[in-house]
């Protein structure tokens, strides 16, 4: 079976984007129901140059979360990205950043994840993971996961849950598309050995597999110079052997009446090494973004042939994008 639909929340609040108050949330929020998403991803620092304010946006729409068909949510620890992320993952800033988190969110009841967002490099790890079993003690989430952690310290952290009685994270959340595979190698053999799930972000590399950028047509995307992640995504997939290699997937692909993004959406929803208890986070900068991917996700498995475009695709960038995850 496919993996799960999960709608990501970081462009709540965001520059160019639709949602910049509770109705134009509470919006997209009924079409992702309808549409039978019923789990949201959320952040501490979301959106990036308005940390907090995606939770706020969620939490204002309160009495769409509590009505009977309502959503569970996740949450990540907040990390100021301009620290290597020291200090993140302390008990006192993990049960500080879940409570802030909470308040904003205008749920008590708690989370259903909390993910530590990215690596500590300072903390010692057992303190880390204790740090998330009293956040479930506690009763301010379910469960716990890791997003942007390397394969060996996710061994480790496995390692010292096994060995303290501990519990160990649920998920892991990270990139995961057309054209970054890294993770079916080394990580997720580790996941399935600990019964862990995966949870992809990216799945459109943030619009790259759309194909626009390799057209040079970026105006209006997260591409450009004058969107908050602009110099971002350009650092991620600017490389030329990247974009003549899509360029080349474009033109096999629309050779055969195809777009670009509906392979790659319908690709890693029905052809990835995700399974059943693994999710696809989907994103979107206004609501019929979202209608559009589901109508697409909703036409089911690739041809035969396109697959063997996706295969070529990944072959001609593996060596310079197998080690992202």
């Known amino acids: 079976m496919a993996p799960q639909l999960i709608f990501g929340t970081a462009t709540f ?15 997209i929020l009924d079409t992702a129901q309808e549409l039978g998403i019923r789990r949201l991803d959320t952040g501490a620092r979301y959106p990036p140059r308005n940390p907090g304010r995606s939770e706020e946006l969620i939490g204002e729409t309160k009495a769409l979360l509590r009505d009977g068909s309502g959503f569970a949510v996740d949450t990540k620890v907040y990390t100021n990205v301009q620290t290597d992320g020291s200090g993140d993952l302390t008990q006192e800033a993990v049960a500080a950043s879940i409570v802030a988190s909470l308040k904003r969110l205008q749920r008590p009841e708690g989370v259903n994840t909390l993910y530590a967002h990215r690596a500590d490099p300072s903390t010692p790890l057992e303190d880390q993971i204790r740090a998330f079993n009293q956040q479930i003690k506690d009763g301010r989430c379910k469960a716990w996961g890791v997003s942007n952690v390397p394969p060996e310290m996710l061994e ?39 019964g862990m799930s995966f949870n992809a972000f990216r799945a459109l590399a943030a619009g790259f597999l759309t194909g626009r950028v390799a057209e040079n047509q970026v105006a209006g995307t997260r591409f450009a ?28 692909v629309t050779a055969q009446n195809l777009k670009p993004v509906e392979v790659a959406i319908r690709w890693i929803v029905y052809h990835s090494a995700l399974s059943e208890q693994d999710g696809v986070l989907l994103g979107a900068s206004r609501t019929e973004q979202l209608r559009d991917t589901v109508g697409m996700i909703k036409k089911g498995p690739l041809p035969v042939e396109v697959l063997k475009n996706t295969e070529d695709f990944w072959l001609a960038v593996k060596d310079i994008r197998g080690s992202i995850i």
């Open 225 to 252: 110079n004058n969107n908050p992640l602009g110099q971002a995504m350009q650092n991620l997939f600017g490389s030329e052997k990247l974009i003549a290699a899509l360029k080349q997937f474009n033109q096999e």
């Open 13 to 27: 609040g965001m520059d160019m984007t639709e949602f910049q108050d509770p109705e134009s949330v509470k919006s």
């Open 156 to 194: 480790e952290i496995l390692r010292i849950c096994d060995e303290k009685g501990l519990q160990k994270p649920s998920c892991y959340q990270g990139d995961y598309n057309l054209a970054t595979r890294g993770m079916e190698t080394k990580l997720l053999p580790i996941l399935r050995a600990h």
